[in-house]
């Protein structure tokens, strides 16, 4: 019998957890790294994570560790799972830990700020390993709905199809149906940009806007999407399928959503303060919206669903303001 696949999943947060749950459904042997003692130790005595999901029986493929080189030693794939801010100094300390083959997987959705790069760009900046040995997974993926086993599709994207295909066979359940992609740009950009347009959505719920304004809100954020991407090359597929409409979909419907919810609570009439407080978990949007407009500066795209959100969020105008003014925009065809 051949060994079965080793995976490292770093970090123990409710999407890094739920996926590490995925991997060893799927088969694998999974070490998870905790960077706090007392969640490791729930996790290899009680079978818990107690901070993510309370009461849910964790796979006994599923051993965790607060040693980064211990989780990482023989890894046949190493999976990200950190604030997207915070991966270039996470993976600076990781690189030198690295197993000297193992696959790189990122399960993150943002755009670094200044540098305006997508998590693989920065992974590949870091480790200076080869484009071929990253990938993304992305999709509509709410991690406490697939800690659950509930059904969910996603896609696996590298550059390489051998390693997508390896990698879909590792995350591959009969609960988590994983499909192949080699566009990794526009995977990478479809669910970094749902995570603004999920703001948006949740400031017009939470202003008791409507259906009208969520739907056209949902499509006129994707158009802002496929136009970035078509600017740098995705695939404009992409954008009609998991990684695009299917995350976008699932983002601003679901209360699960941690950008939705950010940004009802805005909409409701709470400062970026008051959010931020009672908000437990990372929103990515909230700084990935400043950098998907930088991103879309840079290549000379408008995105004025983007650009309010960050005139809300970050310049604090209110958002009966901000509404008033994306509306009274000079009208053009849809098209464009």
């Known amino acids: 019998m051949s060994e079965p696949v080793k995976a490292a999943v770093l970090s123990a947060g409710s999407w890094g957890t739920a996926f590490a749950v995925v991997l060893a459904d799927a088969g694998c042997e ?45 890894a046949d794939f190493t999976v990200l799972s950190v604030p997207s801010q915070t991966l270039r100094a996470n993976l600076a300390a990781w690189a030198p830990l690295l197993a000297p083959d193992t696959v790189l997987v990122s399960l993150m959705k943002g755009v670094e700020l200044g540098t305006t790069m997508r998590m693989s760009e920065v992974i590949q900046d870091v480790t200076k390993v080869g484009a071929e040995r990253i990938a993304v997974v992305t999709g509509p993926n709410l991690a406490r709905e697939i800690a659950s086993r509930m ?9 390489d199809e051998a390693v997508a295909q390896r ?24 669910g970094a940009v749902k995570n603004v347009i999920g703001l948006a959505v949740g400031i017009a719920d939470g202003m008791g806007l409507g259906d009208n304004a969520k739907g056209s809100l949902i499509t006129r954020g994707l158009a802002e999407t496929t136009r970035l991407g078509l600017a740098m090359g995705a695939d404009p597929l992409t954008f009609a399928g998991l990684a695009g409409l299917g995350d976008l979909v699932a983002t601003c419907s679901s209360p699960l959503s941690r950008n939705h919810t950010f940004g009802t609570n805005l909409g409701k009439g709470m400062t970026l303060a008051e959010t931020i407080a009672v908000t437990k978990q990372t929103a ?53």
């Open 30 to 74: 999974v070490t998870l790294w905790a960077r706090r003692p007392e969640v490791a130790e729930a996790i290899n005595s009680a079978r818990q994570n107690p901070d993510y999901f309370p009461g849910l029986e964790l796979p006994e493929r599923i051993r965790a560790t607060t040693d980064p080189a211990e989780a990482m030693a023989g």
């Open 151 to 159: 059904p969910a599709a996603a896609v696996v994207a590298a550059p």
């Open 284 to 336: 990515e949007g909230v700084k990935s919206c400043q950098s998907v407009l930088d991103l879309a500066r840079r290549h000379h795209v408008d995105m004025p669903i983007t650009e309010t959100v960050v005139d809300i969020v970050h310049e604090s105008k209110p958002p009966v303001v901000a509404l008033k003014e994306l509306m009274s925009r000079s009208a053009k065809p849809e098209r464009r």
């Open 167 to 190: 990698l879909q066979l590792a995350c591959h359940t009969p609960y988590f149906r994983p499909y192949t992609n080699t566009d990794v740009v526009g995977c990478e950009l479809g």
